[in-house]
């Protein structure tokens, strides 16, 4: 059986777990990080020496962190043809949404964190929120015109691609105050909260703004 280490509700740990789940992978995630501690434990620091999450362990010993790679990893060992496109251009698009949505989706979701859960109410700053909002608009500009003629993001199917532009958009969605509208985005992100395991990693995963 894999193991995950990591907390549940890190979104990059998140990323790799809607990933297994969708894959059907028997797991076991070992809550790792934040109030769980154990990123400076040098066992955990000789696996991922970067002291972050997730990892991913299989029983042959084989490691490997950053959630990115991961994700393209156990697409591609599990549902080649798939979940991982199995052209070199279906997996090249792929790859460039995985990065491109890790590089201008994440912002927002750390901002979101900081501004949500880790501030008082009276530490917030509403003008970082304004920024973020305003900048991850864009991006999702970007995103509501890929999206207008296809229900995914590599085309007709769901694919690795959707995994980490779908699960940072969960705060996006979930964002109480009015946000700008793109229904491409919002129709994509019904299909993709439809989804079991999106549902079991992502959607239930995340904790709850108070
Ligand atoms: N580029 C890395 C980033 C890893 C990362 O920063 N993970 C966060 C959690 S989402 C972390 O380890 N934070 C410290 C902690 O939670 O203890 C990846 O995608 O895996």
């Known amino acids: 059986m894999i193991k ?3 907390r549940r509700d890190g979104s990059n740990v998140v990323k ?3 990933a297994v789940g969708e894959l059907g992978i028997e797991y076991d995630r070992i809550d790792w990080g934040g109030k769980f501690g154990g990123n400076d434990d040098p066992e955990y620091r ?3 020496p970067n002291g ?3 990892t991913l362990e299989e029983e042959d010993g084989f490691i490997l962190y950053e959630s990115g790679p991961i994700v393209r990893y156990l697409c591609a060992k599990h549902s080649m043809g798939n979940l991982c496109p199995d052209t070199l251009k279906g997996r090249a698009e792929a790859d460039k949404w995985m990065d491109w949505s890790s ?5 927002f979701n750390g901002v979101f964190l900081d501004q949500f859960f880790r501030l008082s109410k009276d530490q917030r700053d509403p003008v970082k929120v304004d920024a973020a909002i305003e900048a991850a608009t864009k991006m999702y500009d970007i995103l509501e015109s890929h999206l207008a003629d296809r229900p995914y993001l590599c085309g ?3 694919t690795m691609a959707d995994i980490p532009a779908g699960s940072l958009t969960y705060r996006w969605m979930t964002w109480p105050d009015s946000i700008p509208s793109h229904p491409n985005v919002k129709a994509w992100y019904d299909r993709l909260a439809a989804r079991p395991a999106y549902q079991k990693h992502v959607a239930q995963a995340n904790n709850k703004r108070e």
């Open 156 to 158: 007709d199917k769901f």
């Open 46 to 48: 000789a696996k991922n």
């Open 52 to 54: 972050r999450l997730p």
């Open 103 to 107: 590089l201008n989706l994440a912002n």
């Open 16 to 18: 790799a777990m809607w």
């Open 4 to 6: 995950i280490w990591g």
